[in-house]
């Protein structure tokens, strides 16, 4: 059965594993069967994975966006990163609420390479779902209210579709107030 999201047609995930990373793959393949029917995937340009673009030209919302990054700090020689769920409308509370919870002195937005070696998955396409099972997820609790939210695929020529509630049954999932602002 397709879905449409603006002029997005989306499928089930895990009938269009070419269109996630082998991590978003591997872990959309675990997920509860009650989780998995939910999580769709659409193509797209690779040149409007960006946000702002891929809104504009496929007709949707910020407001049904969300944004997955990677913070990163260092404690007593330890790097430690932290995957940070928001919404597109939002940034995220990093010096604060993220530095907080890594149990850092300062954090920050992890590199580009080292986001993408950490991760398996593409600039301008990083997910929650995936990512490294070690590291906490934080996700803002308005990312869980929101209904069905667009998030990246792993790979900048997809994006999946899902509720965003289920981002809180993910591994190391942490539903957090005031995340983003």
Do not use: Q
Not at 123 to 135: E, H, K, R, S
Request: hydrophobic fraction near 45%; proline fraction near 5%; glycine fraction near 10%.
């Amino acid at each position: 059965m397709t879905h449409t999201y603006g002029t997005l047609r989306t499928e089930p995930a895990l009938e269009r594993s070419d269109l996630l990373a082998a991590p978003v793959a591997k872990a959309a393949a675990a997920l509860p069967d009650d989780i998995a029917a939910g999580v769709r995937v659409a193509e797209i340009d690779p040149d409007l994975a960006d946000t702002a673009a891929m809104t504009e030209a496929y007709g949707l919302t910020l407001d049904v966006s969300a944004n997955c990054v990677v913070v990163a700090g260092r404690r007593a020689g330890e790097e430690r990163y932290a995957g940070c769920v928001i919404l597109a409308t939002t940034r995220v509370d990093v010096n604060n609420v993220v530095r907080r919870r890594l149990d850092v002195r300062k954090a920050s937005f992890a590199s580009m390479d080292s986001a993408i070696e950490a991760t398996g998955m593409e600039y301008g396409g990083i997910t929650p779902v995936g990512l490294p099972a070690d590291w906490p997820l934080l996700v803002d609790r308005a990312v869980t209210e929101a209904g069905d939210v667009c998030i990246g695929s792993g790979l900048r020529r997809s994006k999946l579709f899902l509720p965003g509630a289920s981002l809180a049954a993910l591994p190391g999932a942490e539903v957090v107030d005031g995340l983003g602002r």
